[in-house]
């Protein structure tokens, strides 16, 4: 048999349940690949052996009585996975890539974790990120960078770089991550792995530690769309403990065989193909369109119109939900301080040293925009503009059942391209955020690869809630193009 860490989901998944490999040799692959590659690429922030080889155990137990049929193969049972440090997982350390929460252990598992866990996943460890998920490149982790597998000089994306990393270079055959922004699409175009960020409102947001409240959502990464749709049905669903999680039925996403794109109707928005961006990443977009389209999907010219706003509507509505969200780091919770300027040291010590610098632009953006006298003009505007940008994306779907477009203006850029330049840093966003603000669902797969070999991916973002349109589409893309199964080279 192939090295176990090369299977995919699907693969791993039939190899288990048939019984020719173990949970537990599956896992301890992970594991054996994770100690050899991680002092490179340093994707992970904390590492669960021990849980993971007793839940393996578990896992094998119940495979075993299902094959004796004394109990049903529930639908991930035996699967090891990566899970973002953004995301609670009961008794295990859950920093957010932040010092301020070095030292917290969450008594509850997230919602997304409880239902995984429920269908036999296996938790290999928490992955590396930027703090509290502001960031593109996962350099703003207070644990330090996480290195592309593609090329250690380059970043892997954020902000769940981490769990983007542990995919492509095969740590884990699946890893979650959370998308505000951008945080799963452009980390796995940047390592040429698949991701999804779902509807807002499809997955639990119970159990994610908030960023920016109304635009957050938990997604998943593996190295291709059929696996991707695997997690999916077993992650979606409503949550009496996410008032914004929906109830709506889960559409079937078992994918066919076919790559029939017949009937199909693809737009392509003129905004998202502008001057600026790497001509490599366009001409490869523009060869995967070609693809779809020879698949038999109908590709329509579209117009976004609000596009340019999206960066600064994100940049002001990003921040100051999450100058909300932050106040609770108050260094004191739940405890109870009597005197009046100890109170204020405990404030200013712990959020002053335990916050980074970036989560600390925001909270000031925030604050300012949030502010008596600027939030009509600042916070209120961003309001009313993302309004806009959604009723874009509701005329364009009148026509098109999904939007086709680049993930980001360049593929992975070098560790320090842009940390001094935050603005350069948000430019990366431009074409991730807009699905976020509109809180459509949107999926990235890898298109090709650039002049110096780094990956390249597109996006579809589709209707609410119209994920399996999605999957199908790329799916049927991942049946005749072969980007999805390379893999980089590491020793
Ligand atoms: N890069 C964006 C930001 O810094 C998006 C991050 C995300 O999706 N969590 O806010």
């Known amino acids: 048999m192939t090295d176990l860490t090369d299977l995919t989901v699907l693969d791993a998944l039939q190899a288990l349940r048939s019984g ?76 957010c890539g932040s010092r301020i929460l070095e030292n917290f252990v969450p008594p509850f598992n997230a919602t997304v974790i409880e239902r995984l866990l429920a269908a036999g996943v296996v938790v290999l460890g928490k992955t590396n990120m930027d703090e509290f998920a502001m960031g593109s ?20 994306g954020g902000s769940s770089g981490g769990s983007a990393a542990a995919v492509a270079a095969h740590m884990a055959p699946a890893a979650l991550g959370s998308d505000t922004g951008g945080s799963v699409r452009q980390p796995a175009s940047y390592c040429g792995i698949s991701g999804l960020k779902p509807t807002y409102g499809r997955f639990s947001r119970y159990g994610l530690v908030a960023y920016g409240s109304s635009l957050d959502t938990v997604g998943i990464f593996a190295r291709t769309v059929a696996d991707v749709a695997a997690l999916f049905p077993v992650m979606a669903g409503m949550d009496p403990l996410d008032a914004t999680s929906m109830d709506l039925p889960v559409p079937d996403t078992t994918l066919s065989a076919s790559a029939d794109l017949k009937g199909m109707r693809i737009g392509l928005p ?125 005329k364009a779907f009148e026509s098109v059942d999904a939007v086709a477009a680049p993930v980001a203006p360049s593929s992975a850029f070098r560790l320090g391209e842009h940390t001094d330049d935050p603005i350069a840093m ?20 890898p298109v090709g690869f650039d002049g110096s070999s780094m ?37």
């Open 270 to 394: 003129a905004e998202y193909f502008i001057d600026g961006m790497q001509p490599a990443v366009e001409n490869l977009v523009r060869q995967a369109i070609e693809t779809l389209h020879s698949l038999g999907a109908e590709i329509i010219p579209i117009s976004l119109p609000h596009t340019e706003y999206a960066l600064p509507v994100y940049y002001l509505i990003a921040p100051a939900e999450a100058s909300a969200n932050l106040a609770r780091y108050d260094g004191i919770r739940f405890g109870f301080s009597q005197q009046e300027d100890e109170m204020w040291a405990i404030f200013r010590e712990s959020r002053g040293g335990g916050f980074g610098q970036e989560v600390k632009r925001r909270i000031m953006l925030g604050t300012y925009a949030l502010s008596a006298g600027y939030y009509d003009a600042y916070y209120g505007r961003a309001q009313k503009v993302r309004t806009l940008i959604k009723r874009d994306f509701e």
């Open 137 to 156: 490149s996962t350099e703003n982790s207070a644990y330090g960078p996480t290195r592309n597998p593609w090329n250690l000089e380059h970043v892997p």
């Open 20 to 95: 020719q490999v173990s949970s537990r040799e599956l896992t301890q692959a992970c594991l054996d690949r994770i100690s050899r590659l991680e002092p490179a690429i340093r994707a992970f922030i904390t590492l669960t052996p021990e849980l993971a080889l007793q839940q393996a155990d578990e896992a094998d137990r119940k495979l075993a009585a299902a094959r004796r049929g004394s109990a049903n193969f529930a639908p991930l049972l035996g699967l090891p996975l990566a899970v973002k440090d953004v995301l609670t997982v009961k008794g295990v350390r859950c920093t």
């Open 426 to 445: 948000y430019l990366e966003d431009v074409f991730t955020l807009p699905a976020n603000l509109a809180g459509v669902p949107g999926l990235a797969f």
């Open 455 to 491: 990956p390249v991916g597109m996006q579809l973002m589709g209707r609410h809630y119209r994920e399996d349109q999605l999957f199908k589409i790329a799916h049927a893309y991942q049946q005749v193009t072969d980007w999805h199964r390379r893999s980089p080279q590491l020793a």
